[in-house]
C-alpha cells in the first residue's frame, strides 16, 4: 500500500498561509471582529460587560452564560495582587461582578518555602521512601504526623488553602489590556452558574510538595495537585481567549528522583464531576503534559452523575506544545472544531477516546512533525464511537479514524459519535485554522 507523504508539501504550505491571512481574515469580518464571532449581540463596548452569544457552543444552552455583565458599579472591581483578587472574589456573594486583574498576579509570591511546615526537609524524605530502603510495596498513607510524609501532607495542605480561589456565581473574571494574568493559582469554578474567564496569562501552578507513591506503577511514581482550572459540577462557564501555560517551570526542566519524573503539574483545565454546558474558544494551551480531562474516572458511581452531562464545545483553540489529553474524554457530548493542533517530539495523542465517550472533531488543523503518524492523533481508551470528519494534517485532509484503524488495528475505533453539533457560530475550512488562530487566539487578543 502506497502511504501519503504527510509532510511532502511543508514549504509550499508554510508559503500558502502566509499569503492567506488576507483571505482568511475576509472569511471572518472585518479584523476588529476577526478574532471571536462569540463577542455576539452585546453592544458593550468594555469587553468586561461582554456576554456568549446565542448558538456559540454548549455554554450558551438555555440561559446562556452572561458572567457579571449585570453588575452594578460596587461590584466592579480592579485587583493587582492576590490578596486583592481573594478579597474580591469573597465579596458579595452570588451578586453579579466584574474582577478586572491587572498585571500579573502571583499566588506563590513568597515562594514554595512560605508553605513549608517546620521541619520538613525534602533531603529528608528522599532519604527516608527511597525505594532502595523503602521497597516499592508499601504507600506512605499510614505514615505518622511527624514523619517526612507526615510533614509533606501538612505543608501540602498549607499550599492548598493558599492557592485556590473559589469563583462565586455569576462573575466575570477578565484581564485588562495585554499583559494580565495569573500564575501559581489554581482557579475553583465549583458548585456554580454562569462564569466567564478572559483575556488571562494563567501559568500553571506547581504542586511544591508532591507525592511518592511506591505502589503506582512498576516503578513508583511522583503524583502532584492543582489544575490551573477546573470546573467541577458548574454549569455554563465560558473561557475565552486566555493562555494556559507551564511558563517558568516546564517539565522539560523538571528533576528525576527515584528514577521518575518529579511531577509538579496536573491539569490545564478539567472538567470533572456531572459539570456541563461549557465553551471554551479563541484560547492558547501550551507546553504541558496532561492538558484536559473531561470525566474523572471510569466508576460506577462517579458515571452516575456524569452521564447526559460533560457537555463541552472548543473551538478556534491553539494546542501547541502538549503531550496529551486535548482533550480525554469520558461521557460528553465534546464538540471539538476549527483548532489547530501543533506538535513536537514529545506528543502522545490530541483526542483520548474514553468511557462512553461522544466525540465530534470536526474541521481541525494539524501540524505534525516529521516522523509523527496521523494515527497516534487518536488514543482509545474504551469503545466508544466519535465522528471525525473534514480534518487536515499538514495541509492534506485526512481521514483520522481510517488512518487509526489502518496503523493500530489492535485498537480499532468507530465511526459515529450519535450526535450532531448544532451550536456553533461560524465555521471556518479547516486549511484557514491556522492562520486564524495564530493571530487572534490567547490573551491579549480581544478587540
Avoid at 35 to 45: A, C, F, L, T
Avoid at 280 to 293: G, R
Avoid at 405 to 429: C, D, K, M, Q, Y
Wanted: charge should be negative; glycine fraction near 10%; aromatic fraction near 8%.
Amino acid at each position: 500500500m502506497n502511504r501519503p507523504n504527510w509532510h511532502a508539501h511543508a514549504t509550499v504550505r508554510a508559503a500558502s498561509l502566509a499569503g492567506c491571512t488576507a483571505l482568511v481574515l475576509a472569511l471572518t469580518g472585518t479584523g476588529a471582529q476577526a478574532h471571536s464571532p462569540s463577542h455576539g449581540p452585546s453592544h458593550h463596548r468594555d469587553p468586561a460587560r461582554q456576554t456568549l452569544a446565542p448558538n456559540d457552543g454548549w455554554a450558551s444552552y438555555g440561559t446562556g452564560t452572561t458572567g457579571g455583565a449585570a453588575a452594578d458599579a460596587e461590584h466592579v472591581y480592579t485587583v493587582t495582587d492576590w490578596a486583592g483578587f481573594k478579597a474580591a472574589l469573597a465579596d458579595g456573594g452570588d451578586a453579579p461582578k466584574i474582577i478586572k486583574v491587572k498585571g500579573t498576579i502571583d499566588a506563590v509570591s513568597e515562594g514554595c518555602e512560605a508553605f513549608a511546615v517546620p521541619g520538613y526537609d525534602f533531603d529528608a524524605y528522599l532519604e527516608k521512601y527511597a525505594p532502595r530502603t523503602w521497597g516499592l510495596e508499601q504507600d506512605l498513607s499510614a505514615e505518622p504526623d511527624d514523619s517526612p510524609e507526615g510533614l509533606r501532607r501538612a505543608s501540602a495542605a498549607r499550599q492548598d488553602t493558599a492557592i485556590k480561589a473559589d469563583i462565586p456565581a455569576n462573575t466575570t473574571i477578565i484581564g485588562v489590556g495585554r499583559n494580565a494574568g495569573i500564575k501559581g493559582a489554581s482557579l475553583q469554578i465549583k458548585g456554580v452558574d454562569n462564569v466567564i474567564v478572559r483575556n488571562l496569562t494563567l501559568e500553571s501552578p506547581i504542586d511544591c510538595f508532591p507525592q511518592w507513591d511506591p505502589t503506582d506503577g512498576d516503578k513508583g511514581n511522583w503524583n502532584s495537585e492543582y489544575d490551573t482550572a477546573v470546573v467541577h459540577g458548574s454549569t455554563h462557564v465560558w473561557l475565552d481567549h486566555n493562555t494556559f501555560t507551564d511558563g517558568e517551570h516546564p517539565d522539560s526542566e523538571a528533576p528525576t528522583h527515584f528514577g521518575m519524573l518529579y511531577q509538579q503539574h496536573d491539569g490545564e483545565l478539567d472538567i470533572v464531576k456531572g459539570a456541563n454546558h461549557v465553551t471554551a474558544s479563541w484560547n492558547v494551551f501550551t507546553e504541558h503534559d496532561k492538558t484536559i480531562l473531561i470525566g474523572n474516572s471510569d466508576s460506577e458511581s462517579t458515571a452516575a452523575g456524569d452521564r447526559g452531562k460533560l457537555k463541552a464545545t472548543f473551538h478556534h483553540n491553539l494546542f501547541s506544545n502538549l503531550v496529551e489529553r486535548a482533550p480525554r474524554v469520558r461521557f460528553g457530548q465534546v464538540d471539538v472544531y476549527n483548532n489547530h493542533f501543533v506538535a513536537d517530539a514529545g506528543y502522545s495523542y490530541s483526542f483520548g477516546i474514553g468511557k462512553e465517550s461522544q466525540l465530534v472533531a470536526e474541521h481541525n488543523a494539524f501540524t505534525l512533525p516529521e516522523g509523527i503518524s496521523p494515527a497516534k492523533i487518536l488514543k482509545r481508551w474504551n469503545d466508544s464511537p466519535l465522528t471525525a470528519a473534514n480534518n487536515r494534517v499538514n495541509g492534506e485532509r485526512v481521514d483520522l479514524i481510517a488512518v487509526h484503524n489502518a496503523e493500530i488495528p489492535a485498537e480499532a475505533l468507530r465511526s459515529g459519535a450519535g450526535w450532531t453539533p448544532t451550536l456553533r457560530t461560524a465555521v471556518h475550512p479547516a486549511w484557514a485554522v491556522p492562520a486564524l488562530v495564530k493571530h487572534f487566539a490567547g490573551a491579549g487578543r480581544i478587540r
